[in-house]
């Protein structure tokens, strides 16, 4: 199960290195209008919490975990995920793993996403 799908929708344009929130759950981030790359750097991660991003414009977009959490996509965690083209989109989504800790899981992404 999904869960229960967030009823704000709330479309945030970031063009500007910034720190999200976790009020801005299930938020849709993009860079329209970006002059260089942004980078976005995600709160601590908790279960339920998620975001979706989408590259609309053609700057970099790097997403950025808070310390000590990781983005797990195809079998592999990493601090970081960027992705550099138009029309790209991924959404995370912080869930429990072994050992108690929580871990950003790609739930899906369109595009090619680089993790570093």
């Not at 849709?28 to 590259?55: H, K, V």
């Not at 609309?56 to 995920?81: E, N």
Request: glycine letters at 10%.
């Amino acid at each position: 199960s999904l869960g229960a799908v967030n009823s704000k929708s709330t479309v945030q344009t970031i063009t500007v290195n910034s720190t999200l929130t976790a009020a801005m759950t299930g938020d849709t981030i993009c860079n329209t209008g970006a002059t260089a790359g942004a980078s976005l750097t995600l709160p601590t991660c908790a279960a339920g919490l998620w975001y979706d991003f989408i590259s609309t414009d053609a700057d970099s977009m790097i997403i950025y975990c808070a310390s000590g959490d990781s983005i797990f996509s195809a079998a592999v965690l990493k601090p970081s995920i960027e992705g550099h083209a138009v029309n790209q989109s991924l959404r995370v989504k912080g869930v429990p793993t072994n050992g108690g800790q929580f871990n950003w899981i790609v739930q899906f992404s369109v595009g090619t996403w680089t993790g570093y």
